[in-house]
């Protein structure tokens, strides 16, 4: 049984980084509510890409002021389908996939461009890739109690390179609606490379908000692996997901002792949505909503 060391803040800092993808207002509370329970006490740097312009400089401004004037905001440039990816081929003109029916139109290709980037091409990107561990965040994560420890520095002193908010089973319809080929490529991939695949098909997937130990994704099986998975299109064609892809990685190369379930979830530290106000005909009513419901609820 491994045993499992707490740490103390006066300890060396990890070498980490807190990454959000944003593209909605709601990231100014979720931000808000990250110092609040961690960040104040921990401090460590926090990164907002977008694809494009997302949030004014306004927004911008006020959360610099407000929260932490060293939060870094980068606008990506606006990506491409890949040359060879017909129109006809990508995930949204799927109709016969009935998540694509009812959840899935033409106007949400920017969550394609977005998976591409989280599934793999972030981690070649210079402003991640040069920290030991990173704790990957969607705008729509809420923390609403405090941590209590350095996560950070838990991963590190225990040896462990993915942490994951919460375990499931990848077999759900609407979950198998977005996997499609994806186990076939896989086990294609295992076969050419003589690997011994390490649990089961449906085996448990992190998920969001997932901690990164960088050293998987800085050697050959990576590499290998993505440019894969890459080149066979699926993240455009069946919008397979992030997390099932790095999943996949870590059950052919990596023993389930270099995992760690924070289980936060169930011990409800953090929250997924849920509030009602993630997009943007909410906005900033909803917002003071919830802020306002905190304030009674955990203060």
């Not at 490379?193 to 908000?209: A, H, K, Y």
């Not at 998975?229 to 993240?235: A, E, K, L, N, R």
Request: a positive charge.
């Amino acid at each position: 049984m491994v045993e499992i060391i707490m740490n103390n803040i006066d300890e060396k800092k990890t070498n980490a980084l807190i990454w959000y993808m944003g593209v909605r207002p709601c990231l100014r509370l979720s931000l808000e509510l990250l110092y609040k329970n961690f960040n104040n006490k921990y401090k460590y740097p926090v990164l907002v890409t977008t694809f494009g312009k997302q949030y004014s400089k306004r927004f911008i401004k006020k959360i610099h002021q407000e929260i932490d004037p060293n939060i870094k905001f980068i606008e990506l440039p606006k990506p491409k389908v890949p040359a060879h990816i017909k129109e006809k081929e990508l995930f949204y003109n799927r109709k016969e996939i009935e998540y694509v029916r009812k959840s899935f139109p033409k106007s949400r290709i920017g969550f394609l461009y977005v998976d591409q980037f989280v599934a793999g091409l972030a981690m070649q990107y210079p402003e991640i890739r040069k920290y030991d561990y990173v704790l990957k965040m969607d705008d729509d994560h809420f923390f609403i109690k405090e941590f209590g420890f350095d996560i950070f520095k838990f991963m590190e002193d225990n040896g462990k390179l993915f942490g994951a908010f919460a375990m499931e089973k990848a077999d759900s319809k609407r979950q198998r609606d977005c996997q499609i080929g994806l186990r076939d490529l896989a086990k294609e991939y295992i076969k050419e490379n003589n690997i011994q695949f390490q649990g089961e098909w449906d085996s448990l997937v992190s998920q969001d908000p997932t901690i990164w130990g960088m050293d998987i994704f800085k050697n050959k099986n990576w590499e290998n692996w993505w440019n894969y998975v890459d080149q066979s299109g699926g993240i455009y064609k069946y919008r397979w997901g992030d997390l099932e892809i790095h999943a996949l990685y870590m059950r052919m190369y990596y023993p389930d002792s270099v995992w760690h379930d924070f289980d936060y979830y169930n011990k409800e530290v953090v929250k997924h949505s849920g509030y009602g106000m993630v997009h943007y005909s909410w906005t900033l009513k909803k917002l003071q909503s919830l802020k306002r419901f905190l304030n009674e609820e955990i203060i």
